[in-house]
């Protein structure tokens, strides 16, 4: 005799898929196709509008004035609402 354990009963097995039409094809493709080409044209005008624009920028401007110290780092203050009545306004 022996004390092996029984065998688990087999996963039943599913029929092949009906074959794909033409049409099913088609949209395959094109959606498959249009993820490519999104991807292409996306890393394309990356790399020839933000790409050059960004290396512009961080070489000839300094939005944040970080790159030089000028002295002081002071803003005057503009005097948009120095009354009460004009701070209520808020427009």
């Known amino acids: 005799m ?3 354990a029984p065998a688990a ?6 029929p092949p ?3 794909l039409t033409a049409m099913q094809r088609l949209h395959r493709f094109t959606e498959r196709f249009g993820h490519m ?3 292409v044209i996306l890393t394309a005008l990356y790399v ?3 790409g050059p624009a960004g290396i512009l920028l961080s070489l000839f401007a300094d939005p944040l004035r970080i790159k030089r110290w000028r002295g002081s780092s002071w803003n005057a203050w503009t005097r948009a609402n120095d009354t009460l009545e004009r701070a209520r ?3």
């Open 48 to 50: 020839t509008l933000v």
């Open 9 to 14: 009963p087999a996963a039943p097995v599913e």
């Open 89 to 91: 306004r808020q427009d």
């Open 2 to 4: 022996s004390d092996a």
């Open 37 to 39: 080409m999104s991807r």
């Open 17 to 19: 898929p009906p074959p």
